[in-house]
């Protein structure tokens, strides 16, 4: 089973970028569907982006045209670009991957084999 470790959090302001990484040990990284969720004080963690092994990819309505999810297989990493930051993407950010790809994502999220142990970004206004 991998496990996770995410970096590249931190403080930027409204308008600007940053690029997650999710660092995945293990040698069967490829097998797994990889995501990124987010939650902020009060609310559930949700599901942003996802890619599966094939690199289909899945965006919330919320963060279409603004974030980017990719992978690197050969570095066993999973990025998140986000570009066009507002004060509302203030969360934590938590990486998460299974070797499935289906309702368990959007409707048990904490079902799912391995979550990272999340990275806090603040967006100031």
């Known amino acids: 089973q991998v496990q996770l470790v995410e970096s590249g959090g931190g403080l930027v302001q409204a308008g600007g970028s940053l690029r997650l990484s999710c660092a995945a040990s293990g040698r069967t990284f490829s097998s797994y569907a990889m995501g990124w969720f987010r939650q902020a004080p009060g609310k559930e963690r949700s599901l942003i982006a996802a890619i599966t092994w094939h690199n289909v990819t899945y965006y919330r309505d919320s963060v279409k045209g603004r974030f980017t999810i990719s992978r690197d297989n050969a570095k066993n990493t999973v990025y998140l670009r986000m570009n066009s930051l507002k004060p509302e993407d203030t969360a934590v950010y938590y990486c998460?991957?299974?070797?499935?790809?289906?309702?368990?994502?959007?409707?048990?999220?904490?079902?799912?084999?391995?979550w990272g142990q999340g990275i806090l970004v603040t967006v100031s206004s």
């Open positions: 998460a991957a299974d070797r499935r790809y289906g309702s368990t994502w959007y409707r048990e999220p904490m079902d799912l084999e391995v």
